[in-house]
């Protein structure tokens, strides 16, 4: 009985506060404008009818839903052209609504966006129709002359076309987004000294982080060039948007560039490889270690050289010419007299030799081995011209060319098993050292005119620390890697759990039918509690088995006041709901 009162008591005390609330609520609504009346018995309808709270919250629910599959379904939008001109930009839009498709804008306008699974296709079909022309107009130009234009008019227009042309090859390069090309074209003359070379300046406009190489600058510099008729390489200059020069690094050649530091460590690298994949499969891939310094010479140098060899046997000799001679000297007198019967007449009977004396014989032999008189006036001179054997050799040294190279090759050693199963490093035997440096003489083309240098070292490699400990299992970048993607999905799941419990489940418990709302209805907290006593008095079988009286008593008890709680919290968070449950029970009861 005492736990009875105690009830009513904190009923009517409850009821009293919940009336006080309910007329303090009822004067400030018959304070309010009409407007606010109107809101306020809105209010009141759906506060006194869950059910239309339920209603339009599902509907709201069922919105949201629906915008976001909407969103979700949307088509992915992806860059058609940026940095469109006006005209490219109106005459691409203008193509885009005669095929319906939809397309956004990005970027603060300078980008044009369509579905991504039209991209390829619409460029494709736009470039058909020659857009965008790129603002650069080409040698289209030549084609919509007017009759009778003249001669300087058309050479104009041929030399604007060519610079659009080449404006549109320099921008398909991947660092440039605008160029302009200015030609300064030769001028003939029959005068030598009046003639002008051609010449050109490129003015680039590159994207933001990007840069050209050296290699790039000099392929525009020759493209240029090699365009336009008597235009040398060293006449085309390339200048960037911020007014710096390109075509300087590459006009002298002469000057060591990063080109060439970059042809060095190739080189190196190239040498260093091939050691170290014949030695591999020998060693083992972490047990030998080689660096390679390399020796080039870029100088230009160019040699001729003429040799003349001899002709003489037995080399063979070419006769160039030949000149042959016969001279008389004319001293002696000739013969004369009037040829006839005197002359033919034979000479007289020489005498016997067997009558002349010894001396008179010898001087006789001696006229006779004599030549005769008319041969000794007669010369003859025979001259023989030979080729001379010359060679002309004219070299011209590559660039680039190995001068020296120098190895340095750090050799592990060699891990064994020793008689107690225990793994030992024991150093390579000389054979095997000279083996080794034998293969990387023969690997990197050693050559001892050039004065290359080999070096192997055996010695054991030291282990560090880092790569003999274990790697944590939570520093391992695949679980890392794994932990960071379930995060992401960790994260939505929290977010709709949070939404559900501070939003949803409040909102669910404040409108759904409830013990509590049950309770709220007229007579209900009298039932509740006349029905709790008479479920107590009736599901007790027996007074005198108190193990089974005691937690019943306990158990509805508990619940009791856990409805009263509820209550207690409703009137201090929502006066205004338990001001109207009281009003209606206040009518209920007239």
């Given at each position: 009985m005492s736990e009875t009162g105690a009830t009513a008591g904190r009923q009517n005390s409850?009821?009293?506060?919940?009336?006080?609330?309910?007329?303090?609520?009822?004067?400030?609504?018959?304070s309010g404008s009409a407007s606010g009346s109107a809101f306020e018995r809105t209010l009141k309808q759906l506060r006194g009818n869950p059910l239309i709270a339920l209603l339009i919250a599902g509907a709201a629910s069922i919105a949201i839903i629906a915008v976001l599959f909407m969103w979700a379904?949307?088509?992915?939008?992806?860059?058609?052209?940026?940095?469109?001109?006006?005209?490219?930009?109106?005459?691409?839009?203008?193509?885009?609504?005669?095929r319906g498709i939809p397309y956004q804008f990005s970027e603060g306008g300078q980008a044009l966006m369509v579905p991504s699974d039209q991209v390829h296709t619409l460029r494709l079909q736009l470039a058909e129709q020659g857009l965008p022309r790129g603002g650069?107009?080409?040698?289209?130009?030549?084609?919509?002359?007017?009759?009778?234009?003249?001669?300087?008019?058309?050479?104009?227009?041929?030399?604007?076309?060519?610079?659009?042309?080449?404006?549109?090859?320099?921008?398909?390069?991947?660092?440039?987004?605008?160029?302009?090309?200015?030609?300064?074209?030769?001028?003939?003359?029959?005068f030598i000294r009046d003639r002008e070379p051609a010449?050109?300046?490129?003015?680039?406009?590159?994207?933001?982080?990007?840069?050209?190489?050296?290699?790039?600058?000099?392929?525009?510099?020759?493209?240029?060039?090699?365009?336009?008729?008597?235009?040398?390489?060293?006449?085309?200059?390339?200048?960037?948007?911020?007014?710096?020069?390109?075509s300087a690094e590459t006009s002298n050649g002469n000057d060591l560039d990063g080109s060439q530091l970059e042809y060095i460590a190739e080189v190196e690298r190239s040498y260093q490889q091939r050691i170290e994949h014949i030695l591999t499969p020998i060693l083992g891939r972490d047990n030998v270690r080689a660096q390679v310094a390399a020796q080039i010479d870029f100088s230009r140098r160019e040699q001729t050289s003429e040799r003349y060899g001899p002709n003489q046997p037995p080399n063979e000799a070419a006769v160039r010419s030949r000149q042959l001679s016969l001279a008389y000297d004319g001293e002696d007198p000739l013969a004369t007299g009037i040829p006839g019967a005197l002359s033919n007449t034979p000479p007289g009977t020489l005498p016997s030799p067997i009558n002349q004396p010894e001396d008179e014989e010898a001087e006789a032999d001696?006229?006779?081995?004599?030549?005769?008189?008319?041969?000794?006036?007669?010369?003859?001179?025979?001259?023989?011209?030979?080729?001379?054997?010359?060679?002309?050799?004219?070299?011209?040294?590559?660039?680039?060319?190995?001068?020296?190279?120098?190895a340095a090759v750090v050799v592990n050693y060699r891990s064994e098993m020793n008689e107690e199963g225990e793994w030992i490093e024991v150093a390579l035997t000389d054979n095997e050292v000279a083996q080794i440096e034998r293969l990387v003489r023969q690997a990197m083309g050693f050559s001892q005119l050039r004065g290359d240098e080999v070096e192997i070292v055996n010695s054991p490699f030291t282990r560090s620390v880092e790569e003999?400990?274990?790697?944590?299992?939570?520093?391992?970048?695949?679980?890392?890697?794994?932990?960071?993607?379930?995060?992401r999905y960790l994260l939505v799941a929290l977010a709709i759990l949070l939404l559900y419990l501070l939003i949803l489940r409040p909102l669910i418990k404040r409108y759904t039918q409830s013990p509590v709302m049950a309770a709220a209805t007229p007579g209900g907290m009298l039932a509740a509690s006349v029905g709790d006593d008479d479920e107590e008095s009736e599901e007790t079988p027996d007074e005198s088995d108190e193990t089974y009286a005691k937690p019943k008593r306990r158990r509805k008890t508990s619940l009791y006041e856990h409805n009263l709680n509820d209550l207690r919290e409703m009137a201090q968070e929502d006066p205004r709901m338990v001001a109207m449950i009281i009003r209606s029970w206040m009518n209920a009861n007239e």
């Open positions: 409850t009821n009293q506060a919940a009336s006080r609330s309910g007329n303090t609520a009822s004067g400030n609504t018959d379904s949307s088509p992915e939008y992806r860059v058609l052209y940026s940095n469109l001109s006006e005209a490219d930009g109106g005459s691409i839009i203008n193509e885009l609504d005669t650069n107009l080409g040698l289209e130009l030549m084609e919509s002359q007017a009759f009778g234009i003249s001669q300087f008019a058309e050479q104009i227009n041929y030399q604007r076309g060519l610079e659009g042309e080449l404006a549109r090859s320099i921008e398909s390069l991947g660092p440039v987004e605008g160029v302009r090309v200015h030609l300064s074209m030769a001028k003939p003359s029959v010449k050109a300046s490129v003015v680039l406009t590159l994207l933001p982080g990007r840069i050209l190489g050296e290699g790039q600058v000099s392929a525009i510099v020759h493209m240029v060039s090699g365009s336009v008729p008597e235009l040398a390489a060293e006449d085309v200059t390339v200048v960037n948007q911020d007014g710096r020069l390109l001696q006229q006779e081995d004599a030549p005769p008189e008319a041969l000794r006036n007669l010369r003859q001179d025979d001259v023989i011209n030979y080729e001379v054997d010359r060679s002309i050799e004219h070299v011209q040294h590559r660039l680039g060319q190995v001068e020296r190279l120098s003999t400990a274990e790697v944590e299992w939570w520093k391992d970048p695949t679980i890392l890697s794994m932990a960071a993607k379930a995060g």
